[in-house]
């Protein structure tokens, strides 16, 4: 009779911020080393070129989600990315009309094509549908028309919401006093993705702000062509405790917005008359 062998997988959890850190953590079973270019919604920018140099010495490839930032937009293997992995779902299906993934192998590692190949595609069944495929094909066409539209909106509209007295921060890494803007600017030519992060007074301010949105919706989903505004702590983080969620910087006090093609001035007025209704 033959019993499969199942094979345990071991996940550290370290600061992908200190070089020395990522460094130590890897040894001889390690797979990868995986990370979000940016943080959602904490928005930390790592050094891709360093985390590749720590898992290169080691015969190890740099896997990295580059969601916030579409691929269009720069070049992940330049800075020494492996394997990309993006949900399509995102600015690629542009209408929120589709559910998809993409994994872009840049061949560096030739032992990891049997594995995408076989296991994730023939065995898992991991490929799209022909109407997905047909949608986000379509998508595509945009991409880089509404992605410039969504990241230069995001951007204008994150400068004008430093002036508003209700809000107490805004984290946005294209802001130049933003403490990885410069690195953001190196890694990503001078793009910043169409996402940034407001605080408010308190938790009950942020459920009343989502409440008193009239053009930008309260939605989960990310780089959609509508504005949406989500409160992290109590959704995409809310399964966490409140000890884990501090230590992961994910605050009560946080809106996540994802901005999209709409004019400018009617998002800030909808920000604006959000914060101040009663």
């Given amino acids: 009779m033959f019993l499969p062998t199942y094979v345990s997988v071991e996940t550290r959890f370290i600061d992908l911020l200190d070089c020395e850190a990522v460094a130590n953590a890897i040894d001889d079973n390690t797979a990868c080393v995986f990370l979000e270019i940016i943080t959602n919604p904490q928005l930390e920018v790592a050094d891709l070129r360093m985390l590749a140099s720590a898992a290169h010495q080691h015969n190890v490839p740099l896997v990295a989600d580059t969601t916030i930032i579409p691929f269009t937009q720069f070049s992940a293997s330049a800075l020494g990315v492996d394997i990309e992995v993006l949900s399509s779902t995102k600015y690629i299906s542009g209408g929120a009309t589709s559910l998809g993934g ?140 409140g000890s884990q969620r501090r230590a992961m910087n994910v605050n009560d006090t946080t809106i996540r917005l994802s901005i999209g093609m709409e004019s400018v001035d009617d998002l800030y007025n909808d920000v604006v008359q959000a914060l101040t209704k009663h």
């Fill in 102 to 241: 993409l994994v872009i192998d840049y061949g560096h590692f030739p032992q990891l094509y049997r594995t995408l190949k076989f296991e994730l595609l023939y065995n898992i069944g991991s490929y799209m549908t022909p109407q997905v495929a047909f949608m986000q094909t379509n998508g595509l066409e945009t991409l880089d028309l509404r992605y410039r539209v969504q990241a230069d909106n995001a951007l204008e509209l994150a400068r004008r919401l430093r002036q508003v007295p209700e809000i107490k921060g805004v984290n946005h890494i294209g802001l130049t006093d933003n403490k990885f803007h410069q690195l953001a600017t190196e890694q990503f030519g001078g793009t910043y993705g169409a996402m940034f992060t407001i605080d408010l007074e308190d938790k009950q301010r942020c459920f009343d702000f989502i409440d008193n949105l009239q053009l930008i919706s309260r939605a989960t989903n990310l780089f959609d062509s509508k504005s949406l505004a989500i409160h992290p702590a109590s959704t995409i983080f809310g399964a966490f405790a």
